[in-house]
């Protein structure tokens, strides 16, 4: 149950009656309701602004009739034969690479999904150029916990307060409940973090079936290396937003998508919400 897991401190007030409350008006919002955010964000320059916009071929996400169950256990592949590709972008810690990144969303038509620790002030830095994205459904955000511990190290009482005030901080900020996908920090869990996790309604423990290798900073050449090798059909991959070589290759992410003529998607795009 939600009021569970308690700590010390102050504590987010989310039992299962406010989640049940906060996942209507999520619902009534994602239905009827549509917000704007004015796109105040200066130009940005040099290659982010030169990737094709999207009628250089990049393919839209498959229909949503064809979205799909949910599988059990943790998900680290897209499931069956396809041309998907599940682009998934961790952490936040720089703000221009955050920025970068969903510019290069706007200017090519990609869609991503975000694994967000709120504790980074990227954020908030680009609400505006980020949240017509995420109302679209172009960009999905996910669970990444507040502030990046490795979860297999804290008390659970601590484990619950990381997904408890990250899911706080994403749906004030940007009118979104993100639940089932939450990925846990360097990809380290256990059963007992996953049933936290699952208690909180997290149920979908996200990991990755290809890397960009950018959690360090690499040389900018490196980074497309990888992305040649893994951006393949039906993989996860998982990328950073934190070191800047990756904002100096766009064009060559987006060449290599064209020519292998694979779909970029949203974790939405292609499972159906439990």
Not at 10 to 39: E, H, I, K
Not at 84 to 103: F, H, I, K, M, P
Not at 252 to 267: E, F, G, K, W, Y
Request: proline fraction near 7%; glycine fraction near 10%; charge should be neutral.
């Amino acid at each position: 149950m939600i009021g569970r897991y308690r700590t010390a401190g102050p504590v987010v007030d989310l039992n299962r009656r406010n989640f049940l409350v906060a996942l209507s008006v999520a619902t009534l919002g994602a239905v009827g309701l549509s917000r704007c955010g004015a796109d105040g964000s200066p130009a940005v320059t040099g290659v982010a602004a030169e990737v094709p916009k999207p009628s250089a071929g990049l393919l839209p996400p498959p229909p949503g009739s064809a979205r799909v169950a949910l599988p059990g256990g943790v998900l680290s592949r897209l499931p069956g034969d396809g041309d998907l590709l599940a682009l998934t972008v961790d952490d936040g810690v720089n703000s221009e690479v955050v920025r970068g990144y969903t510019q290069f969303a706007k200017d090519t038509g990609a869609r991503l999904t975000f694994f967000v620790n709120g504790i980074y002030r990227s954020w908030t830095d680009h609400v505006d150029l980020l949240r017509p994205l995420v109302d679209s459904g172009q960009i999905q955000l996910a669970n990444h916990t507040w502030s990046h511990p490795n979860l297999t190290k804290l008390p659970l009482t601590d484990v619950a307060e990381e997904f408890r005030r990250n899911h706080e901080f994403l749906w004030k900020t940007y009118g979104v409940d993100v639940r089932p996908y939450f990925r846990p920090p360097y990809g380290a869990h256990t059963a007992h973090v996953e049933k936290v996790a699952g208690e909180l309604g997290y149920t979908v423990n996200t990991l990755w079936s290809g890397t960009l290798e950018d959690h360090v900073w690499i040389p900018a050449p490196e980074v497309v290396a990888m992305a040649d090798r893994y951006f393949t059909a039906q993989t996860i991959v998982i990328g950073h937003l934190n070191h800047d070589p990756v904002t100096q290759v766009y064009g060559q992410l987006v060449d290599i998508i064209r020519a292998r003529r694979l779909r970029t998607v949203t974790l939405d795009d292609v499972f159906l919400r439990p």
